[in-house]
T-cell receptor, first 111, second 114 residues
Framework: SQTIHQWPATLVQPVGSPLSLECTVEGTSNPNLYWYRQAAGRGLQLLFYSVGIGQISSEVPQNLSASRPQDRQFILSSKKLLLSDSGFYLC??????????FGQGTRLTVV | AQSVAQPEDQVNVAEGNPLTVKCTYSVSGNPYLFWYVQYPNRGLQFLLKYITGDNLVKGSYGFEAEFNKSQTSFHLKKPSALVSDSALYFCACYSSGNTGKLIFGQGTTLQVKP
């Protein structure tokens, strides 16, 4: 069966520090991969999605970037965090054309 | 542009009463529609989907949703609400023209009172 791993669960980082959040999927190949941010327990903002290795679509201009170095690995990064980057970050995967499955999320607090 | 709207921030119902959580969408091409539920500080759990076929789809925990193409809606329903249904609910959509881009509505908090 397929599983998704997202870590860490919580993270406290100072302003100006770098960020790397990793997400990996097991038990499938060539999945769609997603990064979302959820602010204050409300809506999910699509940050990046990828339909294959080397194919990254960015939805919102921001202080973040994403990479997909392997088929089932999706990394969210920042060179210098801002206070406004705080939030709940969710990784997800889907087989093409059907429902997505989510990781447990990372609570990022920038101080 | 592709969008999903959930017009109600919160829905309050009494336990045992029917519930409806509303969702409308705007896409080019045919929509692929989904409902998810989120409990505090957790990831999202899939409830049900409409891809094609019958307009009424049934999902987990007794939930169902009706796809209405003319009204571009996909409302979530349950005949008899439980207190344990209280959570944050999200509607989501792909377009058949871009099945990589999955976007979500703003979420609706469902509060079921005993």
């Amino acid at each position: 069966s397929q599983t998704i791993h997202q870590w860490p669960a919580t993270l406290v980082q100072p302003v100006g520090s770098p960020l790397s959040l990793e997400c990996t999927v097991e038990g499938t190949s060539n999945p769609n991969l997603y990064w979302y941010r959820q602010a204050a327990g409300r809506g999910l903002q699509l940050l990046f999605y990828s339909v294959g290795i080397g194919q990254i679509s960015s939805e919102v201009p921001q202080n973040l970037s994403a990479s997909r170095p392997q088929d089932r690995q999706f990394i969210l990064s920042s060179k210098k965090l801002l206070l406004s980057d705080s939030g709940f970050y969710l990784c997800a995967w889907s087989p093409h054309n059907t429902e997505a499955f989510f990781g447990q999320g990372t609570r990022l607090t920038v101080v | 542009a592709q969008s999903v709207a959930q017009p109600e921030d919160q829905v309050n119902v009494a336990e045992g009463n029917p519930l409806t959580v509303k969702c409308t969408y705007s896409v080019s091409g045919n929509p692929y529609l989904f409902w998810y539920v989120q409990y505090p500080n957790r990831g999202l759990q899939f409830l049900l989907k409409y891809i094609t076929g019958d307009n009424l789809v049934k999902g987990s925990y007794g939930f169902e949703a009706e796809f209405n193409k003319s009204q571009t809606s996909f409302h979530l329903k349950k005949p008899s609400a439980l207190v344990s249904d209280s959570a944050l609910y999200f509607c989501a959509c792909y377009s058949s023209g871009n099945t990589g881009k999955l976007i979500f509505g703003q979420g609706t908090t469902l509060q079921v009172k005993p």
